[in-house]
Each structure stands twice: as C-alpha cells, then as structure tokens.
C-alpha cells in the first residue's frame, strides 16, 4: 500500500485511527469506515489530525465504493471472514491489519508475544528488559498493550527493538511479520465466538513465528500441549521454560527458584518470593520466559535480573489494589477469560470473595470452578453469563453464589461479605463488553470503589 492508492480502514477505534494516519503519511487516499451507523463522521473525523483528508463513512458502505477500493485494512475487532471482507481478497485486493501494516515500514528488530493469558505482563518486563539494556529511546513497547504499532513504526531505525504484544484477532491479517524472537505463553480456550473451533484460534497463535528461520528463536511453554506439540515443527529455534518439571535444556522452577539448563551446566537465577515483586505460577512463567526472551536478544544476565527485581505487577493484573477494614482487595480485571482467572484464583492465599461474570465468549467454566479449591467463600455474579456461571458452579457442589444487577451493587454487595483476614477478587473469567468499555474501565472503578472505602 503506497503513494496513491486508494484504501479502505475498517474500524475508527485507537488502531483504525492509527493506520489511517500512517497511510495518510505515506500518500494513500483513505477512507475511514465504522459499520456502527450511531457514530456521526464528524465525531470519528475529529479523531484525526487537523489537516486529514480522509474521508469519514458510517454505518452502511456506499453502493460502488468497494468497486473502487485497492487496499483494505482491518481493525483488531473486526473479523476478517465476514463474505464482504472475503470478497475482497477473492478479488486480489490486500487485506491486511494493523500490525502487517506498521510491519512494513519497520526498520529494527521485533520481538513478538503471544498467548491466551500473560501477555501483557511478559511484554511490559521485556519492554523494561530492553529499556535498561538499549536506552528507553529505542525500544517501543506497542500492540494489544495499548500503543498501536502504526503510530510508533515511523520511529524506528536499524538499532531499535520493538516489543509487540500479539492477539489471535491481530494474528489473523499479518503476511510478511516476521520477528527474530517470538514467545507463545500458553493456548487455552479463548474467543472461540470469533475463531469459532480450538484448532482455529491454535493455527492462528502458532502463526506468529510461520516466517521465522531457524536463524530465529520461538520461546514456548513447556507445560502447554498445544505448545509442546508446536515445538518439533516450529521454523524457529526453539527454547522452553518449565514451571513444572526440569529441563535438560530451557529455564525451570526447582523448589523457590528460576534456573536455567545449558550446554549441561545448571545454573539458579532469582528466588521466586525473594527476587519478584509478582505473586502467583502464571508470573513465575511470565517472568521465565522474559529472560528467555531478552537472552535471545543478547541481554546480559545481570541486566535481566535487574529489571525483573525492579518490576511491579501491571495494572489490573493481580494487582493489590488496598487493605480496607483487614480485607485486602485485588484487581484482576484483565482476567477476561477463564484460564487468566484460573491464575487470580491460584494466587490468592486468603479466603476469598470472588466477583466473576460478563460477556460471554462462548467459554466453558468448569476448571475454573474446579479451581477454587476451597479458596472461594462467595461467588458474586454480574453479567450476561451469570445464569451461566451459576449451574457450571452448582453442577461443581459450589452453591455460596449472589447475583448483582449492576457493579455498585457487586462491590457493595462484596464489601459486606467480606470479613477480616478475607480478600476480596475482582477477576471476571469473562470479557468486559456489555457493560464497561473494556476491561481498564472496570478495573478502574473497582480501584476507585476501594480506594473510597474508609478504614
């Protein structure tokens, strides 16, 4: 997509901004188009800079448009197997999304994370990693994070390093993306609304590392079947970290403490409660596989270590947020499917007042249930899945359930549960959609609700 070519941006949120923006730099005639006919054009106009001459569609796509469109750009959530879209790439037209994009204009080193749950975590202590090891100017921290890749790719050069946390909805429109390090954490059922089978939304985070040589490296989790399976067929090299047993080669936990197995020599890096400012194992793997990574980057071990004894959990994941009246309250908002909240539920070391429900992603709860292990003392539910969550718990013997029809009454619902010496959870096992904007907006009023509270 170059000088004068006339492309479609579909979606006006952060990315669709974004890439229109880039595209615009580069000389393309842009339309930017929102199939949402409650948006007026001038307010997703307003959006972009001043001198902009993109044009601005909501709603339905003009009668011949399309007919006169030579490239074709997806937004994150717009699914790409929708029969318009479709036609376009039976027409020859690139159909690209926003990471393929900002990929080609690319001048440094990408560094690729993916993975049902962790990626967040990973990504922001390896941005930290290359921070401490290049100088916080060349490294860019960008992707599902927050930071749309089109909107920092104009600033790399030939020795910087881009961090890139990947989504299985991103994943699906890359072609050349290739990076010379790539980490898949773990693959649990997720978003299988959009990718509609498990062996999809597999196919699709295993393609992070499909142009990768073996010039290149793959860091995989040694514990997950669909990653221990990916490993013999992976075109990278591939290293492995364990939480569960030790390698002959990789990183593993023995006891308290991180190692690393190489060319036969063993050697401890970090004690687990000692060295880390993060609780529960998913931490423990998200921190093993962003030394993986960063040493695949050439980072000196004591520059790792380092950063990891320096770094704090990331806003709404597992986050402590305060203690109110002997009750510690967490914020783990980001658990948006139930694996993640699997992690929340395991790192909690008091009784717990769990709040769990939301959108509903076509999951099934029975381990997170299982999970619970007598942890759990209530269950508050909100939501589109409730119901739904409630007879998974009961077929499970777990009956301690309330429903709440709004987040007040929840929080206010789980304040008076709580009892001292019980923490209180916030990690839903469900998407924030329907009620909240995104998953931040409801962690973050969580935080505020807690934060008001009188000790």
Known sequence: MIKGQKCLVVGSGVSGIAAARLLEEKGAEVILYDSNGKLDPEQVRAKLPADSRAKCITGALPDGLKETVTGLVLSPGVPADQPWIEEFGRKGIPVLGEIELGFRWEKGKVIAIT??????????????????????????????????????VTKTREDTVTVAEISSFQLETVRSFHPVVSAILNITPDHLNRHHTMENYVAVKQSVSARQTKEDLCVLNDRDPYTEEFAARCPARVVR???????????????????????????????????????????????????????????PMETILRSIREFHAVEHRIEFVATRKGVDYYNDSKGTNPDAAIQGIRAMSKPTILIGGGYDKGSDYDEWIESFDGKVKWLVLIGQTREKIAECAKRHGFDKIRFADGFDECLALCTELAEEGDAVLLSPACASWGMFANYEERGKIFKEYVNELKE
Request: aromatic residues 6%.
């Open 241 to 299: 970290f364990s939480s569960c047993r030790e390698l002959a080669e990789g990183y593993f936990l023995r006891g308290d403490t991180i190692c690393r197995a190489k060319d036969g020599t063993v050697r401890q890096l970090l004690n687990i409660h000692r060295d880390m400012n993060l609780v529960g194992i998913c931490n423990v793997e998200n921190v093993m596989a962003a030394i993986a990574i960063a040493e695949g980057m050439q980072v």
């Open 115 to 152: 993975g049902t749950n962790g990626k967040t975590t990973t990504t922001t202590l390896v941005g930290e990693i290359m921070k401490a090891h290049l100088g916080r100017e060349k490294v860019f921290v960008v992707g599902n994070i927050g930071d749309p890749y089109t909107l920092e």
